[in-house]
């Protein structure tokens, strides 16, 4: 924590979601990967997620990997297995 | 799918990967909307969500105690009254299982019988999850935790889950429910219903926990599903007093099936996973028989 760091009276937090300034990424040993030729974009792997770390763009889901910590909830889950996991290297 | 697109939980929370807790919450707060405050007794989901000087909500949210998580709500209604917005605004309380089911019992059981006005949801993962998986009063019979652990003399926890859902609809609450996670338009459709209840309504979540219960992180969907479909975790509800189960597996699963996916029972022996058998049978029984009838009825206000 930073030293210089003032507490507020009560605890209280000015900011809202001010969590997304941490990246939960790092703790990630799997990666979801998706298929997008098998997606058929029903979205259960959105509304299955945790961290929120899976977006709609446009009509595809993308996963933010800033965030997604590698449950593989959506992988378990997706209807069509369009979703793999791939181990991280560096 | 039809669900609001709208987060009310921020990315960036500490809850491990594949928490049922947060998942649920996340739902919970979808469908209560933006007008919503959250009174949040300690316990995982105020750790995880709350890291100071960061917050991952992005609704207003109030930290309480343990134990006085329904008597924080019970001022936030009577403010709220007091400024003529209350029926602008859907107050949730929410606990864990400790806050629910051990210590702040006594204030929710308070704030009901006062006939305030608000949401109860019990996140109930069986375990003080947050400070190491200490037993509870909602874990279940046979559950290794480290204050019940399987050993030589016990084989887990000796005493079976407390009925918390039932000894609150029989405070004559008009409105109580179990939701899980595995079932998303059962649950939006019950927290809707509970939104609109004129008294304190009650909703027993089931949230799946990696760590505690021991299981890879990617199955807290499918057991949440076995917990239903094997009796464990019926989901029904109690509306004006009566009883209704809102979802009925045709017929029920073995209860092993539901066992043998978690650590925390793998020391079980045959007659004790009978004996849990039996246990859930019974329950499980029992609700059946008081599904439509005005079982509740006398005790509803």
């Not at chain 2, 909500?57 to 006085?68: D, L, Q, R, T, Y």
């Not at chain 2, 949401?119 to 200490?134: F, K, L, P, S």
């Not at chain 2, 990617?218 to 007093?241: D, H, M, Q």
Request: aromatic share 8%; proline share 5%.
């Amino acid at each position: 924590m930073n030293k210089k760091m003032k507490i507020t009276k009560g605890a209280v937090i000015k900011e809202p979601g001010s969590t997304v300034k941490y990246k939960t990424g790092s703790w990630r040993t799997f990666r979801p990967v998706i298929d997008y030729e098998k997606c058929i974009r029903c979205g259960l792997c959105w509304s299955q997620c945790p961290d929120m770390a899976i977006e709609k763009k446009g009509n595809k889901f993308v996963i933010n990997y800033d965030y997604c910590k590698g449950c593989g909830i959506c992988a378990e889950n997706c209807p069509v297995k369009a979703i793999k996991m791939v181990r991280e290297e560096k | 799918m039809g669900l609001p697109r709208e987060e009310y939980i921020a990315s960036g929370h500490r809850a491990c990967a594949g928490c049922g807790e947060i998942l649920t919450i996340r739902h919970v707060l979808k469908a209560s909307g933006k007008n919503t405050i959250v009174v949040n007794a300690t316990g995982c989901a105020e750790v995880v969500t709350t890291p100071y000087p960061q917050t991952a909500w992005k609704i207003p949210w109030v930290h309480s105690a343990f134990e006085n998580i329904a008597a924080v709500a019970s001022g936030i209604d009577k403010g709220l009254e007091c400024r003529g917005i209350r029926d602008k605004i859907n107050l949730l309380a929410i606990g864990g299982d400790g806050a629910s089911f051990d210590i702040g019992f006594g204030s929710l059981s308070g704030a009901i019988e006062r006939g305030h006005k608000f949401t109860y949801i019990a996140t109930d993962n069986e375990a003080y999850m947050n400070t190491g998986i200490q037993r509870s009063g909602a874990t279940p019979l046979f559950a290794n935790t480290t204050t019940s652990p399987a050993g030589k003399k016990i084989h887990g926890k000796i005493e079976p889950k407390k009925p918390l859902p039932l000894i609150v609809a029989a405070h004559g609450v008009s409105y109580v429910a179990t939701i899980s996670i595995a079932d998303l338009p059962d649950l939006y459709a019950k927290v809707k219903k509970a939104l609109k209840a004129e008294v304190v309504s009650f909703l027993h979540a089931f949230c799946p926990c990696v760590p505690g219960w021991k299981y890879p992180s990617s199955k807290t969907i499918e057991i949440a599903k076995k917990a239903t479909a094997t009796g464990v975790f019926p989901l029904y509800e109690i509306e004006n007093g009566i009883l209704k189960f809102t979802r009925k597996p045709a017929k029920l699963e073995p209860v092993n099936n539901y066992l043998k996916m978690q650590g925390r029972f793998k020391h079980l022996s045959q007659s004790e996973i009978r004996q849990i058998q039996n246990y859930v049978k019974e329950r499980y029984n029992f609700l059946l028989s008081v599904e439509n009838s005005k079982c509740f009825d006398t005790l509803f206000k």
